[in-house]
């Protein structure tokens, strides 16, 4: 790791060098400058990877280097050295990103202790750059559509009866046991290796993963993108030589799953499908895998699920229900939409809880609680919109835990309670109209989907899909779209600081808006303005 000091007194410069342990940290001088100027002409070659810049300098300050030093190089952490201790400074220093600010006379070790920090935080960003760059070479395989033949031509064969068998390689045809593994991604992302716009390369980095866990197996192993559902990849199992053993492939799927969500930062599920001695039964495991996936609503992504065994929802849920039918349609007609959420809550984590428990009883439960909302609704002359309450058990589809289905019913309640107060329904096409006149007069406040869900009580997963439909675009990529306009009329009609111009359009790290501003434009800001 190469660091740059710039210091205008020499003998302070001088001593800052000598607190430094250079070998035991794996640190390098890689230049010294006596002013901001002179460590600007150095930056371009020496590229440092940590800058220590004192505040007061002549000509060029410490927090003017800071800002212009960013665009030549974005991932350098910087740490301010003054002895000046003055609030505006560390106010400043702070809305700079700056690492931390150091006062004269410099401990040495509480120096050591930071550039420590530095250090391992520096060799985390190069780790994950690397696992980054090798997963954008693969992407090079990956189109516009994302989408290849073969992908259509199974996602076919598992959709409809008595397809042909057409595409799948000879060896696999000649197997004498098969199987299928449905894995579904659950777009919880837990760290910044994936960005909003990045469900392909995520797609395919899970895919990719699969494959290269199953090829230590004895099978043969096909995957393919489920041409309808983004979120979905199917993996068809073989085996030539003896029957397929569930357990082995349980436990290499149960590891896979732990290291995507090390490794990648991604929440993963899979349903596990029941071998099959017959190549045309593939579409039944497919089935079976898909229903065994479904249990993660119950218990959770980043499992893997193998219980397709046939259980009698109404067995389990009914004596649930037959207690609470009553109490809460007496909450609903009372008006006690807070305390009806919460019984129904409780009736969901009781479920939950019990080990017996499946998809099953959790979807004959989540439609009764609907029918109690819309016998209410229809009694009371109140029209609630029909994109959950008409078809219950399809919206099940775009969830991921069953708290999903709490939130449904959380906004049902909400809508219920406002058209009974005197508000008014509006379409969902209406609430996209709104919601983009909002954004681009409002591009600088928060603006996510949840904020959208809160604000107009209608679910993320539908208004998410319905505004893509009517749009074009995602949600997400239209509000950095307005966002990166205003910033551009702002570069070219202003001399404000890049600094400012990212808090004005609502992003709060500057390197990032600078990130997204060149994704966007194929420019970086400072490199537009000129």
């Not at 003998?11 to 000598?18: A, D, F, N, P």
């Not at 099959?276 to 499992?303: C, M, P, Y």
């Not at 996209?432 to 993320?460: C, F, G, K, N, R």
Request: charged share 25%; hydrophobic share 40%.
């Amino acid at each position: 790791m190469k660091v740059l000091i710039v210091e205008d007194e020499p003998l302070l410069r001088e001593g800052l060098i000598r607190k430094i342990d250079w070998n035991r940290l794996s640190l390098t001088l890689a230049g010294e400058a006596g002013d901001g100027f002179e460590a600007m002409f150095q930056l371009v070659s020496c590229q440092p990877d940590i800058i220590l810049t004192d505040v007061r300098m002549p000509g060029m300050d410490g927090l003017q280097f800071i800002n212009q030093a960013r665009v030549v190089c974005p991932n350098a952490k910087f740490v301010i050295i003054s002895g000046f201790n003055e609030f505006e400074y560390v106010r400043e220093a702070l809305l700079n990103h700056v690492k931390d600010y150091l006062l004269k006379p410099i401990d040495k070790e509480k120096l050591h202790v930071l550039l420590a920090g530095l250090v391992e935080e520096l060799q985390m960003e190069r780790q994950q750059e690397e696992e980054r760059s090798k997963l954008h070479a693969l992407d090079k395989m990956i189109r516009q559509s994302h989408l290849q033949p073969l992908d259509f031509q199974l996602t076919h064969l598992i959709s409809e009866q008595d397809s042909p068998m057409d595409g799948l390689p000879l060896e696999f045809v000649r197997s004498n046991s098969f199987a299928s593994v449905s894995v579904r991604i659950v777009y919880r992302i837990e760290t910044s290796r994936f960005k909003e716009n990045e469900e392909p390369l995520a797609r395919f980095a899970v895919q990719n993963s699969i494959e290269n866990a199953l090829a230590a197996l004895p099978v043969e192993a096909i995957a393919f993108k489920h041409a309808y559902h983004s979120e979905e990849i199917v993996v068809f199992l073989a085996s030539r030589t003896s029957p397929l053993d569930p357990g082995t492939i349980v436990d290499t799927l149960t590891q896979t799953v732990k290291w995507i969500g090390q490794h990648l930062g991604l929440i993963v599920s899979i349903g596990v499908g029941g071998a099959k001695k017959e190549l045309t039964q593939l579409r039944l495991s497919s089935l079976e895998a898909r229903k065994a996936l479904q249990n993660r609503l119950l218990f959770g992504g980043g499992h893997v699920y193998t219980d397709v065994a046939n259980h009698s929802p109404s067995a389990a849920v009914f004596p649930l229900l037959q207690q609470a039918e009553r109490s809460l349609t007496a909450l609903l007609a009372d008006g006690q939409h807070r305390e009806f959420l919460d019984y129904a809550t409780q009736l969901f984590h009781t479920l939950a809880e019990s080990p017996d428990a499946r998809y099953d009883h959790m979807e004959y439960l989540y439609t009764e609680i609907v029918h109690i909302l819309r016998k209410h609704a229809a009694k009371t002359a109140i029209e609630l919109p029909n994109w959950n309450l008409g078809t219950p058990i399809a919206s099940l589809e775009n969830f991921t835990d069953w708290r999903d289905i709490m939130q449904v019913i959380k906004q049902q309640l909400e809508r219920l309670s406002h058209v009974l107060n005197g508000g008014s329904e509006r379409s969902c096409d209406d609430i996209i109209e709104s919601v983009q006149q909002y954004v681009q007069q409002h591009y600088e406040e928060e603006l996510s989907l949840q904020w959208v869900s809160d604000t107009y009580y209608i679910h993320p997963n539908y208004f998410s899909k319905r505004f893509k439909h009517i749009v074009g675009s995602s949600y997400n990529d239209y509000v950095t779209r307005v966002r990166i306009e205003r910033s551009k009329e702002l570069l070219k009609t202003t001399t404000l600081k890049i600094a400012r111009i990212s808090e004005l359009v609502g992003y709060e790290d500057q390197s990032y808006f600078c990130n997204v501003f060149k994704k966007v434009t194929g420019v970086s800001p400072s490199a537009y303005r000129v």
